[in-house]
């Protein structure tokens, strides 16, 4: 909130200062001392008990599939792998890749940031918009990838040959 008054690393009140929230992921401990002034002559010197917060920083990453934003197109039953990029070293979680709301695979952070589809469930022919989310854990809050990337995957080729038995009939 812009209405509280930070307080200066040496612990002095900084009065008539604005409040700006820290982005990193961070233990803060709060305590609040009071010294009374030379006109406050009824109340003696008090300090809080040390409080201990949280503030849970924020993430912005990107995706990539088979190490590019904007890839060649595959062709089925294409295995593209997917990768979470620039999630800070300390976010744990996992990063689940989606197409058209399904999902496509999920990467647990403490084997690496990245997935890839399996040939069995691999996507068919077509266009896909490809998005991902990070869980969040308790030092970064869930966000969403910052960008779209579109995968194109072609339709698998197919090829026949017809042999004529030239008997007799």
Same mark, same amino acid.
């Given at each position: 909130?812009?209405?509280?008054?930070?307080?200066?690393?040496?612990?002095?009140?900084?009065?008539?200062?604005?409040?700006?929230?820290? #982005? !990193? /992921?961070?233990?803060?401990?709060?305590? @609040?001392?009071? %010294?009374? =002034?030379?006109?406050?002559?009824?109340? $003696?010197?008090?300090?809080?008990?040390?409080?201990?917060?949280?503030?849970?920083?924020?993430?912005?990453?990107?995706?990539?599939?088979?190490?590019?934003?904007?890839?060649?197109?595959?062709?089925?039953?294409?295995?593209?792998?997917?990768?979470?990029?620039?999630?800070?070293?300390?976010?744990?979680?996992?990063?689940?890749? #989606? !197409? /058209?709301?399904?999902?496509?695979?999920? @990467?647990?952070? %403490?084997? =690496?940031?990245?997935?890839?589809?399996? $040939?069995?469930?691999?996507?068919?022919?077509?266009?896909?918009?490809?998005?991902?989310?990070?869980?969040?854990?308790?030092?970064?809050?869930?966000?969403?990838?910052?960008?779209?990337?579109?995968?194109?995957?072609?339709?698998?080729?197919?090829?026949?040959?017809?042999?004529?038995?030239?008997?007799?009939?």
């Amino acid at each position: 909130s812009s209405d509280l008054n930070p307080v200066t690393g040496d612990g002095n009140y900084t009065s008539g200062s604005s409040y700006t929230p820290p #982005t !990193a /992921a961070e233990y803060y401990f709060f305590e @609040a001392i009071y %010294a009374p =002034g030379a006109q406050d002559t009824t109340d $003696a010197p008090a300090t809080s008990n040390c409080v201990r917060s949280v503030v849970q920083g924020t993430t912005s990453f990107s995706i990539t599939v088979n190490g590019s934003a904007t890839p060649a197109p595959i062709t089925y039953p294409g295995e593209p792998t997917m990768t979470a990029v620039g999630l800070p070293a300390a976010a744990t979680g996992r990063v689940t890749f #989606t !197409a /058209a709301g399904n999902t496509l695979c999920t @990467a647990f952070l %403490a084997a =690496g940031p990245s997935c890839s589809l399996n $040939a069995g469930d691999a996507l068919g022919g077509g266009t896909y918009q490809i998005t991902a989310m990070y869980s969040g854990n308790n030092l970064y809050a869930s966000s969403n990838s910052t960008n779209t990337v579109t995968l194109v995957v072609n339709k698998a080729t197919t090829s026949m040959t017809i042999t004529v038995d030239g008997g007799n009939s």
